[in-house]
């Protein structure tokens, strides 16, 4: 067997061993330095917002145009409910209103009435108070010839009986009065009973007017299952429309890597539907928060924390979304996975 | 880490050009793979089939510590295919 000279002979073996050693070492932290500055996730998701589409009443559905996967325009007609049961709760509260009407008239008669038995109230008390000055004056008068007998005491006498009649007349005038005065009233409760039946038929057709739903956005009809003359309680989702004015990429990087992140970072997005088409976006935000295993539990109660001796300690990942600028509409499906390079890649360039 | 010179990066900026403009994932079977893996798989390559190119033209016969100067060859190899690539 040939024996292995370890410390002598072939120096240049060993130069070249020490070359390619420091060579594989310095290229290794070069990467390691480049691929920690140029972020890049594969396992991220094409997004895009959704409207779960629903009304806020119910009925049956009467007509719906769209079918899934149907690409809709912003105020195209999704579906109606049948409008019947609305138009008629409109009916009755215009009759309503009209009732209302009709009692505010009747009650501005009754005001005009009461007012004017008021002045004759009021006129009673003037003839009341001329009468009891009258009588008044006719007791001074006969008072001396009373008492030197002039004239019969019987005579005298009646007129103070008459005087007291008087007296009683005007405080009973001045008390109708008064009474007539207050039983006028006002068209408040009338006005107010109108006010309501208004609101409610304003109500009745708004609740007639939410029985057509139109897309509230340009996108696309996904998780559509039924046909027309489904019954759909109210506030009901029927389908789910995806907006199409915005797409997104949601990639997931570690938190060691999140300082070089920048909102307004230039992104390549590829779709995995063409991974040879690169889509150019920019970094719009990175979430704020994400729920970890060791802050959950129950509200109100003590923490959860586990007994454990655990040294390493795997990065948390924080969802960082790319708004992506144009792309091919057959790359973008919500929920398609995307390979996300941050800062770098063929759109950056 | 420290910051390698900026001559390090040299002579990988003349390969810029080389980068592609497809995803740093493949698609196998349904299934995706990282970039990274595809030059691992190239790396292990070279390294064998240098030391068969080595042996045939007896440039082996010169080396010593023949395990840690291949396996530092294919790192060599497999890092500088990832920066050709795939690379920032």
Redesign the interface.
Known sequence: MKRVHLSSG?P???G??VL??A??T?????????DN??P?S?SGVIDAEVVHIATTVGGRLVELPVHVNQHVHKGDLLYRLDPEPYELTVRQAEANLALARAEVENQKRLVAVKTANSVVAQDQTTRAQTNRDLAARTVERLSPLASHAYIPWQQYDQARVALHDAEVSLRQANQQSAAAQIAIGDLKSSLAAEAANQAALDHARYELRQTVVVAPTDGYVASLQVLSGEILAPSQVLFTLIADDAWFAIANIREVNLSVIRPGDCATV?S?ID??A?IRGHVESIGWGVLSADTAGIARALPIVPREMDWVHVAQRFPVRVKLDHADPALLRLGA?A?V?I????ACR | ????SPL??TPFLLLAGC???????F?LAGA?F?DWMLCAMFGVASAVGLRVIFVVTKIDS????RL??Y???G??VA??I??IWF??
């Open positions: 072939k240049i073996g060993i070249i061993a390619c050693i060579a594989a310095l290229l290794g932290m070069h990467v390691a330095h480049e500055a140029h890049s594969d590829y995995m991974r040879n690169s996975t390979t390079e800062r770098h890649g063929a | 880490m420290s910051r390698p390090s990066a980068s592609t403009d497809t995803a740093p994932s698609s995706y990282p010169i080396l010593r510590f840690f100067t396996s530092a060859l790192v060599i890092l500088s990832w920066l690379g920032p």
